[in-house]
């Protein structure tokens, strides 16, 4: 998906307080652009909270009735220095990338793309989706790994079933199951659903941060850390050092997405749908996208904006396939920031 702020600020991404107690992120709202447009809920970055390991942005959607919100229809965009997720709980998303994939995003079913120097893809929700509701979420790579070559990969988790509760590990190790996809950082993600009044007592990675994420219902968190009541669509927060997490549905079944890794000590940027680690890599990412688009008559909404060094026109290629034009890049902030210290 691509950051659709018609004006994004340049975010620095700074490593966290991992020892902070758990506390809990509310999200804000996002609109997706257009006049009936769906809206994201954006809990990921915050001023308080870039990341939670390698997890550095998190869009949660729906769920939405294609009717009234149009879905999802969004046209080649450019990736460097992430990994993108996507997640659906409702719906079916078709991918087209410049790397040569083509696939179909289904409910829990991981969708995990490497943006690393440069991609470019495009995402829509399908003609028989009546009803769209997932979450959109970025790994930042590390430093030695955010000019890795663009990747996509697939993989459908088990379903695990235990006594009141279901989850699905799509990435890293949970409740005995292990997902095959490598990570450049240690890390976990999965899907846990609960019914409601049900226990589940989750062993955690001591040396990760954990996020929870409800998506439906309202979660109970207990851990050493303290206890939280965490309502739909609110990211809660656990730091490093927990050996275990108690999650409880209250009242009514909850379903909730649970992200960890350990905590990525680097200073990165954040612009767009750039991530890297100087305001000259940004400009240069931006610059060549809007040179590799001016090839399919894209003009640069910001006119002509220096870079450093030649544009490269070739850096993301386009998909195939495509029935509309590239997005071009918002123009750049007249402010500049610096990774804070
Ligand atoms: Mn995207």
């Not at 652009?33 to 870039?50: D, F, N, W």
């Not at 996509?152 to 459908?156: G, S």
């Given at each position: 998906m691509s950051n659709q702020e018609k004006d994004p600020a340049e975010i620095p991404c700074t490593p966290g307080d991992s020892e902070a107690p758990l506390e809990v992120l509310s999200p804000r709202d996002v609109p997706f652009?257009?006049?009936?447009?769906?809206?994201?809920?954006?809990?990921?970055?915050?001023?308080?909270?870039?990341f939670i390991g390698a997890w550095c942005f998190?869009?949660?959607?729906?769920?939405?009735?294609?009717?009234?919100?149009?879905?999802?229809?969004v046209a080649a965009h450019p990736h460097i220095g992430l990994q993108t997720v996507s997640w659906l709980f409702t719906g079916e998303i078709e991918h087209r990338?410049?790397?040569?994939?083509?696939?179909?995003?289904?409910?829990?079913?991981?969708?995990?793309?490497?943006?690393g120097k440069g991609i470019s893809h495009s995402e829509r929700s399908t003609p028989d989706t009546d009803v769209l509701h997932g979450a959109q979420?970025?790994?930042?790579?590390?430093?030695?790994?955010r000019n890795s070559p663009p990747n996509?990969?697939?993989?459908?988790p088990d379903v695990l079933v235990g006594h009141g509760w279901m989850a699905r590990v799509f990435l890293g190790s949970l409740l005995g199951d292990t997902s095959p996809v490598k990570t450049f950082t240690p890390l976990v993600g999965a899907e846990i659903t609960l019914e409601a009044g049900v226990h589940l007592e989750v062993p955690l990675d001591p040396l990760f941060e954990h996020g929870i994420l409800v998506d439906e219902g309202t979660a109970v968190l207990t851990a050493t850390a303290g206890r939280q009541v965490v309502e739909t669509a609110e990211l809660a927060y656990l730091p490093l050092g927990l050996e275990s997490l108690k999650l409880q549905a209250r009242g009514a079944p909850a379903r909730l997405l649970l992200l960890g890794g350990t905590p990525l000590d680097e200073k990165i940027i954040m612009w767009w749908n750039f991530m890297a680690t100087t305001h000259e890599e940004i400009v240069q990412?931006?610059?060549?996208?809007?040179?590799?688009?001016?090839?399919?008559?894209?003009?640069?909404?910001?006119?002509?904006?220096?870079?450093?060094?030649?544009?490269?026109?070739?850096?993301?290629?386009?998909?195939?396939?495509?029935?509309?034009?590239?997005?071009?890049?918002?123009?750049?902030?007249?402010?500049?920031?610096?990774?804070r210290d």
């Open positions: 652009g257009g006049l009936r447009a769906m809206t994201v809920r954006r809990t990921l970055p915050q001023r308080k909270r870039s998190l869009d949660h959607y729906g769920p939405d009735r294609v009717a009234n919100t149009g879905g999802m229809n990338d410049s790397a040569g994939h083509h696939a179909y995003v289904r409910p829990g079913e991981l969708n995990l793309m490497t943006g979420l970025w790994l930042a790579l590390p430093k030695e790994h996509f990969e697939h993989y459908a990412a931006r610059a060549d996208w809007q040179a590799q688009i001016a090839s399919v008559g894209v003009p640069d909404p910001a006119g002509s904006q220096k870079s450093g060094s030649k544009p490269d026109s070739a850096r993301y290629g386009l998909p195939d396939g495509e029935p509309e034009l590239p997005i071009p890049a918002p123009p750049l902030p007249n402010t500049r920031l610096l990774p």
